[in-house]
């Protein structure tokens, strides 16, 4: 069965951040609030957690995780950007936008995909998100917890809880969040391709 921690929005209890902190390191997968809807995420270096993560979402190798950076900083520490995104992306963030941009090689090829080479990074606007990712001291691999069939993020922590109960390790609570995705941009030819429009305001990339 999911744990369910119940953590303060704006100021979340360091108590519990370090017991997800400390669950995600043993290699838990875990549902989790954002900006743009709840998501499931675990570490980078979980192999089981990524292909848990397919299993629940019902996708096949070609999905494009995406990597939660806590800053600008470590997000070009995973992605290459050159000049004519640098300022773009910069501007967006921290907020409700995914960039599918080259990796780098400290990414796992297993994230990438198998083709391109690409990975999706964000930086989300949300703190207990935030928080987290300061707390873990890594990027976090996240996917939108969007089910089979369903075109819009789960948003409630309990109906989670009750759903997924026994396929992930850790429900986050930290009340009702949006429904709508992110807005995803692929940089990856050096001009801003809409993939799918959401959250975040796609004319700024048009």
């Known amino acids: 069965m999911a744990r369910y921690l119940d953590v303060h929005p704006d100021n979340p209890q360091p108590r519990l951040l ?17 900006d743009s809807g709840y998501a499931l995420g675990c570490r980078v270096g979980n192999r089981a957690g990524r292909d848990r993560i397919l299993a629940i979402r019902g996708l096949d190798e070609r999905h494009h995780f995406t990597l939660l950076c806590r800053d600008f900083s470590q997000l070009g520490q995973m992605v290459h950007v050159d000049n004519s995104a640098f300022r773009a992306i910069r501007a967006a963030t921290p907020g409700p936008y995914t960039f599918i941009l080259p990796a780098m090689p400290e990414v796992p090829r297993r994230l990438m995909h198998p083709k391109k080479r690409t990975v999706g990074v964000r930086i989300p606007d949300h703190r207990l998100v ?9 990027p976090l691999l996240s996917s939108s917890l969007i089910l089979p069939g369903e075109t819009e993020p789960r948003t409630m922590g309990w109906e989670i809880k009750e759903e997924l109960d026994h396929q992930i390790d850790i429900v986050v609570e930290a009340g009702e969040t949006p429904a ?19 959250a975040g305001d796609p004319d700024r990339f048009a």
């Open 18 to 34: 370090q017991q997800i902190v400390d669950a995600l390191n043993d290699d838990a997968l875990i549902a989790y609030p954002t």
């Open 130 to 138: 935030h928080d987290l990712l300061d707390a873990l001291g890594e």
């Open 180 to 198: 709508e995705p992110t807005t995803v941009v692929d940089y990856s030819s050096g001009v801003p391709e809409l993939v799918r429009r959401g």
